[in-house]
């Protein structure tokens, strides 16, 4: 699964390569295309953009995808564009995810480890559209790449109770819980009216990390874990009656960071510029 996400990224990658050097793409649709009965100079114009659905998790406790479990959870953005030219704009984004996964329905059932989390991101990036902004397209194909921030915070259940794992150090590695996050996805969008989108999106987030579940290398020596509650959450084998597992026993792998993928609905509302704003205070209604 990872590998298939590689690909994704590096069909994006060259999509988006495509765009930037394609000379059949009107990079300056003055003559032809309107907004309002006019061309509008694109640099400057606000959106305000919105978007919910769900997010997928992809890492150490996962080695396939199983339909019936899938570990699906939310996903919900906010966020704005700033036009830069015809074709690009500045992307801004706070969102919001939750994932988990459960080792009892992968191959890995002995291990019996398990996670959810419900984590914060940040994201600044590019969006490049197919099709000018002066254009005015109906429907428009669009790439998007960034870069950011998320919080790591996993928690798993004991005993009815859920812990927060980063604490417990449940590998012996006290780990960066605010790794860097790589966005890349691929999009439309449809033009319901001149300052409404809709649309939909799927991104996949690479992280800079191996521990958004909590799992990434070995078992680590029992005796170098913080309290007996350490102990448990760390090797939870003998919960179902598995041996203990010995220190250096595979817990995960390193060899590839986790990740996560969000497919969203989305809304765009443009604001317009500056200049914009000032031709709509003089033609507002004196007051008497």
């Known amino acids: 699964m990872r590998s298939n996400a590689i690909k994704l990224a590096h069909i994006i990658a060259a999509a988006l390569f495509l765009i ?27 959106s305000i953009t919105a978007g919910a659905g769900v997010a997928y998790y992809m890492g150490d406790l996962q080695d396939g995808v199983n339909m ?15 036009r830069l030219t015809e074709h690009f704009s500045a992307r801004g984004e706070l969102r919001f995810y939750k994932v988990s996964a459960d080792q009892q ?4 059932f002995q291990n019996n480890l398990s996670f959810k989390t419900f984590n914060p991101d940040i994201n600044l990036g590019i969006k490049a559209d197919l099709f000018s902004f002066n254009r005015r397209a109906p429907v428009n194909p669009y790439l998007i790449g960034g870069i950011g921030f998320t919080l790591l915070n ?12 980063a604490p ?4 012996g590695v006290k780990y960066n819980r605010l790794p860097l996050v790589f966005t890349a996805g691929i999009g439309v969008s449809f033009k319901t009216t001149d300052r409404l ?27 170098q874990l913080s309290s007996d509650l350490a102990r448990r959450l760390s090797d939870r084998a003998p919960e179902i009656g598995e041996p203990a597992r010995q220190p250096g026993f595979s817990r995960g792998s390193a060899k590839s960071k986790d990740s996560y993928l969000f497919l969203q609905v989305r809304a765009a509302y443009l604001i317009g510029n500056r200049t914009e704003a000032k031709e709509r205070k003089k033609t507002r209604c004196p007051k008497f």
């Open 154 to 165: 996993p928690k798993a259940e004991i005993d009815g109770v859920w812990h927060k794992l």
């Open 197 to 223: 989108s809709l649309g939909v999106e799927l991104c996949n987030n690479f992280m800079n990390s191996d521990y958004l579940d909590d799992v990434s290398t070995v078992y680590p020596n029992p005796d």
């Open 20 to 46: 930037l050097s394609n000379p059949c793409i009107d990079a300056n649709a003055q003559g032809r295309s309107k907004f309002g009965n006019r061309y509008v100079n694109p640099f400057g114009n606000l």
């Open 68 to 82: 019936k479990h899938l570990g699906l959870g939310p996903s919900i953005s906010v966020g704005a564009l700033y």
């Open 168 to 171: 417990l150090t449940t590998e």
């Open 105 to 108: 329905y992968s191959k890995n």
